[in-house]
Every structure is written in C-alpha cells, then in structure tokens.
Nanobody, 121 residues
Framework: QVQLVESGGGLVKAGGSLRLSCAASGRIFSINTMGWYRQAPGKQREVVAEISRGGSTNYEDSVKGRFTISRDNAKNTVYLQMNSLKPEDTAVYYC???????????????WGQGTQVTVSS
C-alpha cells in the first residue's frame, strides 16, 4: 500500500512563509513527477507546482517567484516552500505523485490527504 503523507500546513499572516512536506511510503520502485495542487472553497483543484525526477520544475503563474518546489529522491519526499503568502493562497494543498509500484511495475497516480493553508490579511 502506497501512502503520501503531507505536513506543514497552518495559519499564517499575509507576507509570511510556510513549508509543506510530503513523504511517499510503501513498496515503491520509483517516483516520476511529483507535484502540489490546491483547492480553495468553491473552486476547482489546480496545479501549483510540479517537479520531475531530474529536477525540472513548473509553476502556476500566480506563485512564480514566491513558491519553490524541491524533492529529495532518496527520501521519496517533495517540499513546497511558500514565501510572501497572500490571502488568495488560502486552500487545501494536496501532494501528488506518479510512481511505479515495486510489486507490479505498474504506473499509478497517488494523492495525499491534503493539508490546510490559511493566510490571514
């Protein structure tokens, strides 16, 4: 059984910072792209940032220059450093990973349970 466990959410004032972490565990052969998504109340889930196994990154336009995604392949962990937070960043943040299972060598997409980020004005 594969699990993605997120941590690091919370309440912060505008202009503050938070760091999210997401660790994948289980019988994993390898992890391809990892990413962070968010969903605000009444809105669709949207991609925030993605990172390939080799370290190539993509960011949603509104977070460019403020958020940084990184990963530690040895620890099967992805991070999201969020600086200069704004109230509009308030959402539930979800970790996502495309990974290959060790038992079957099949590719699957997995999600974390979500962590709340609230930015007050």
């Amino acid at each position: 059984q594969v699990q993605l466990v997120e941590s690091g959410g919370g309440l912060v004032k505008a202009g503050g910072s938070l760091r999210l972490s997401c660790a994948a565990s289980g019988r994993i052969f390898s992890i391809n792209t990892m990413g962070w998504y968010r969903q605000a109340p009444g809105k669709q889930r949207e991609v925030v940032a993605e990172i390939s196994r080799g370290g190539s990154t993509n960011y949603e336009d509104s977070v460019k220059g403020r958020f940084t995604i990184s990963r530690d392949n040895a620890k099967n962990t992805v991070y999201l450093q969020m600086n200069s937070l704004k109230p509009e960043d308030t959402a539930v943040y979800y970790c996502n990973a495309g990974l290959i299972l060790a038992a079957t060598l099949s590719l699957g997409e997995y999600w974390g349970q979500g962590t709340q980020v609230t930015v007050s004005s």
